[in-house]
């Protein structure tokens, strides 16, 4: 196991009708300003609960924020918190408004107004010194990002990562029904998401690291046996529960604690989406098998324990073995109706020429656990997901 530091603040209030208790959440003098998407909040009603329960405060509301959000939004909302004298945020809704909620209340305290210098260190802290403090309502169980530090933004037509440990949210209500108007496309999307958080971290070389493992491997196991029951049975509550709880838990710091990650499905991703507006989940679902494919050599330990422990896959050579665990992680997600060939989606030729210069632009030229995947690698994957 490597070393590691473990911080983890954020409150987690799990369960159906608890939107009430926002009321001893949020500071009782603070004036919040509650941040929310496109219109889901609004017209499913759960933003006229959140204002019932902070009824006697001072609110303010900012929507519009929109799937990866664009920075020029996100500025615009920091611009009013500081002019309103806003004292606490509210995000009601999934990863984007969390993510973009997030940098608002970083944006909120800097006073250069520079704010897109936040954007440009990786996932290296942000050098902020003061946020102010947010809460959220999660509505989409994918991102994890209830329960973490980091979001993405969009600024010039790139997603951009940003960190800081002043992003936590002080709380989290996650209440699983506030999750049953998700189209369907979205929880797949959202299990895509969350089954590929745990890969980044758990398939890389293995470092004696059982708890993470175990826990890493329950997580997904749990993720294939209830994301397709939560897909196919919007009431079956133990199963969305299952679901949210393994969304959360596979990117709050917990599973990759002491453990080498690795990324590259993600930086990919990345740039399918700023390219071709493709949903964050769905384009890591499209290339996940053929990164598996084109790194069996690197990640072969660690894909023999997937392949074992995860699919309890017994028969055939290792080799064997490692190929049935690709090959049903790839029809896994085309069972939750995630088609994963890029044509589908429109990129040809051209297509994989403008991810690749992207990438290259962002200088995202080493990939990997071991910075050993370069831009020739990403080629081969593109071509190979045709
Ligand atoms: O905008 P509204 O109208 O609210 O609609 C949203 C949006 O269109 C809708 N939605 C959300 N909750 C709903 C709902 N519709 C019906 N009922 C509900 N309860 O869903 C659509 C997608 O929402 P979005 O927030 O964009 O999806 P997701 O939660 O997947 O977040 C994606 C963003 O998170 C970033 C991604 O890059 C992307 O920008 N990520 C953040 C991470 C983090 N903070 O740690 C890690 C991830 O890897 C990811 O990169
Ligand atoms: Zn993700």
């Not at 293995?206 to 491997?217: I, T």
Request: with cysteine.
């Amino acid at each position: 196991m490597l070393d590691f530091d473990f911080y983890n603040p954020t409150h987690i209030v799990f369960g159906q009708d608890r939107l009430a208790e926002l009321d001893v959440l949020v500071p009782e003098d603070a004036k919040v300003m509650i941040t929310y998407g496109g219109e889901s909040a609004k017209k499913y009603g759960t933003i006229g609960k959140v204002r019932d329960a902070l009824e006697g405060r001072t609110l303010i509301e900012f929507g519009g924020i929109e799937p990866n959000p664009r920075f020029e939004t996100l500025a615009k909302a920091a611009n009013i918190a500081k002019a309103e004298n806003v004292d606490y945020l509210l995000a009601v809704g999934g990863g984007s408004v969390m993510d973009g909620t997030k940098f608002i209340a970083l944006a909120a305290k800097d006073e250069s107004g520079e704010y897109q210098n936040m954007l440009f260190h990786g996932f290296a802290p942000v050098p902020a010194t003061d946020a102010l403090p947010l809460g959220c309502v999660a509505t989409l169980p994918a991102t994890g990002s209830e329960m973490n530090m980091g979001g993405v933004i969009t600024y010039n037509g790139q997603k951009y990562p940003f960190m800081s440990p002043l992003a936590f949210p002080k709380f989290s209500v996650l209440d699983p029904d506030l999750t049953k108007t998700l189209p369907k496309e979205q929880i797949a999307n959202g299990v895509a998401d969350a089954f590929v958080h745990v890969i980044e971290q758990y398939l890389t070389y293995p470092v004696n690291a059982k708890v993470q493992d175990r826990l890493a491997e329950g997580v997904l196991k749990t993720l294939i046996e209830d994301g397709p029951v939560t897909l196919a049975d919007n009431d079956d509550m133990d199963a969305r529960k299952n679901f949210i709880w393994s969304a959360t838990m596979a990117l709050n710091g917990t599973i990759g604690a002491g453990m080498p990650q690795d990324w590259s499905t993600h930086m990919i991703g990345h740039e399918m989406t700023a390219q071709y507006g493709i949903a964050h989940g769905r384009t890591l679902a499209i290339i996940l098998a053929n990164v598996m494919r084109e790194r069996k050599a690197q990640k072969h330990a660690k894909l023999l324990q997937f392949a074992e422990r995860v699919w309890d896959i017994t028969d055939g050579t290792d080799d064997e073995k490692i190929d049935q665990a690709i090959d049903k992680t790839e029809a896994f997600f085309n069972s939750l109706g995630i088609v994963t060939n890029l044509t589908h989606y429109g990129i040809d030729d051209a297509g994989i020429d403008k991810i690749v210069g992207n990438m290259e632009k962002m200088g995202l030229t080493a990939l990997s656990e071991t910075g050993d995947l370069t831009l020739d690698i990403v080629r081969k994957i593109l071509v190979a997901t045709k």
